[in-house]
C-alpha cells in the first residue's frame, strides 16, 4: 500500500510506501496527484519516505511506477529521498540523468530537512 498525502498550499506530495509497491499504487497516485497539476501546472516537490526500500510486487507494478516517472518527471521541481535504503543515495545519481526534477537524499530521521529543502527553492522563485 502507499499512502498519499498532497499538502494543496504548499504543492508538496508526500509518498509512504507500506509494503511492495504495486500497480495500483502508482494508479491512484496518478488520481491524486493529476487533478491538482491540471490545475497548478507543477509540484513544488515529492517526498518518497520509507525506510528501507519495499521494492515491487511484481513486473506490472515496475512497468506503472517506470510510466508514472515518464509521465510526471518534468512537472516536479524536486524529489526528496528520505530513506536509510541505499536505494536513496543510489537514486539520487542515478535518476538525475533521467528526471528533470532536482533530487536529494535524506536519512529517515531527517524528513523536517527534506520537507524544509522542498520549500526552499519554492520561497526564491
Not at 59 to 85: C, G, M, P, Q, W
Request: proline letters at 4%; a neutral charge; charged letters at 30%.
Amino acid at each position: 500500500m502507499l499512502s498519499i498525502t498532497l499538502d494543496k498550499e504548499k504543492a508538496i506530495v508526500t509518498l509512504e510506501p507500506d509494503g511492495a509497491l504495486t500497480a495500483t499504487d502508482f494508479e491512484t497516485a496518478v488520481k491524486v496527484i493529476d487533478p491538482f497539476i491540471a490545475e497548478h501546472g507543477k509540484l513544488a516537490g515529492i517526498i518518497i519516505a520509507v525506510e528501507s526500500f519495499p521494492g515491487w510486487k511484481d513486473f506490472a507494478a515496475l512497468t506503472e511506477h517506470l510510466h508514472f516517472i515518464r509521465n510526471h518527471h518534468k512537472k516536479v521541481k524536486r524529489l526528496a529521498f528520505v530513506t536509510d535504503s541505499p536505494v536513496g543515495e543510489f537514486a539520487e545519481k542515478i535518476a538525475s540523468h533521467f528526471v528533470s526534477a532536482e533530487i536529494r537524499h535524506f536519512p529517515f530521521s531527517q524528513r523536517k530537512e527534506a520537507r524544509e529543502w522542498l520549500l526552499e527553492k519554492k520561497r526564491r522563485q
